[in-house]
């Protein structure tokens, strides 16, 4: 075990050696199709000067709208929302504003490794043959930086540069090509198919009893192919006397279930993780929602498909475990059902 771990290593410094030129933070894939939504991956190739990463931000060029991080393990999200120069459409959906930088934060990837940092987005309005470019800069730490984010005039050879910021070539579509909906616009918060809005409540009327406490209205969205993480849903209200919390989450589809809070600040949408669970006071009821307090189910094998169910076992401090099921509802808007 020992052995392998070691020459695997090794192996990485000695392709870091040799490729260090080559090395820039680019995306998996070079094209997107003009008028499309896809997900970008940006590969971070390698700390600053053997420092782990621990920051990672990009800025998205106008023209990439309607933008949605994947969240990762073990790392905070900013959203950051702007005005677009220009009006896009989303399905019907007029959108003047949406996301305009991506952070994630707060995280630890060793110098000796690589990540991907996924965006789903919408290519709109830019002319196939064109250059988006993407500035990005990763931190490590407090005093370790590294900028990709010179652009290469029009017509120019990007080779040139030292630090060039990622960088997708815009693609024809194909005839007959169809477009996939886009999920809602960022300004109401839509981050891996939670979204924000008070159509969220259903008609999941299932009422779960745990000691004192009851679990009802649960559900979950529909994730889009190889999108590994998605929401989850429901309130808890305590009818007893004593404080009560939620302490562990587990589910037979997820690697890990984490307990996440979104909020806004500003213009910056921050999600992340709660490590000291969530309290579920006395006499109280406390609302996990898209946009708000959530489940985040990580490392999903197979996306929630809409119309299935996901089971979870929740443990409360005193309650216990309790195991509920959330129905899953279709992706988009406002409580879209199946
Ligand atoms: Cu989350």
Known sequence: MK???KFALSGAFIAAGVSQAAAHATFVNSTVTEESTSVIALQVPHGCDGKATTEVQIKLPEGFVFAKPQPKPGWELEVIQGAYAKTYDNCGEKATSGPVEIRWKGGNLPDAYYDTFNIQGKVSGIAAGKTLAFPAVQLCGTDGKVAWDQ???EGTNPHSLKSPAPTLTVTAKNAGGHDEHAGMD???MNMAGMSMGGGASSAH???VKAGDLEVTGAFTKAMLPGQPVGGGYFTIKNNGKADDKLVSITSPVAGMVEM??????GEVMRMRRLDGGIAIPAGKTVELTPGGLHLMFMKVKEPFKAGGAVQATLT???AGKVDITLPIEAAGPS????
């Open 3 to 5: 052995t392998i771990l």
């Open 151 to 153: 652009i290469a005039p």
């Open 186 to 188: 960022m300004s109401g």
């Open 205 to 207: 009327d299932d009422v």
């Open 260 to 265: 996440h809070e979104m909020a806004m600040q």
């Open 316 to 318: 409360f401090e005193k």
């Open 335 to 338: 409580g879209a059902k199946p």
